[in-house]
Nanobody, 124 residues
Framework: QVHLVESGGDSVQAGESLRLSCVAT????????MGWIRQAPGKQRERVVV???????RDLDSVEGRFTFSKDVAKNTLYLQMNNLKPEDTAMYYC??????????????????WGQGTQVTVSS
């Protein structure tokens, strides 16, 4: 069974940086669709960064140039480096993977493995 655990969320000031981590047990990150998803109170869920099965990475426009995804194969860990944080980045951030062998990425509401989330709060 896939178990994802995020960490690294915190309360910071605008302009500061955070690095989120997502460790997987029961699963080895491979070429399944995966990514970081966030949801703020009262707002729709947003795909912050998605890694497609062909390895392509797509960022949310509002985080382009500020957030960077990376993966440490040896540690079986995903990271999200977030620089120049803004108040609008405040949200619960989830790591998720869709352990599904379809040729494309499904909508994230169908993804079958999610972490519990880590809270990021950015104050102005």
């Amino acid at each position: 069974q896939v178990h994802l655990v995020e960490s690294g969320g915190d309360s910071v000031q605008a302009g500061e940086s955070l690095r989120l981590s997502c460790v997987a047990t029961g699963y080895t990150f491979s070429n399944h669709c995966m990514g970081w998803i966030r949801q703020a109170p009262g707002k729709q869920r947003e795909r912050v960064v998605v890694i497609y099965r062909d390895g392509k990475i797509r960022d949310l426009d509002s985080v382009e140039g500020r957030f960077t995804f990376s993966k440490d194969v040896a540690k079986n860990t995903l990271y999200l480096q977030m620089n120049n944080l803004k108040p609008e980045d405040t949200a619960m951030y989830y790591c998720a993977v869709d352990v599904w062998d379809g040729r494309w990425c499904r909508s994230e509401h169908l993804w079958n493995s999610w972490g519990q989330g880590t809270q990021v709060t950015v104050s102005s």
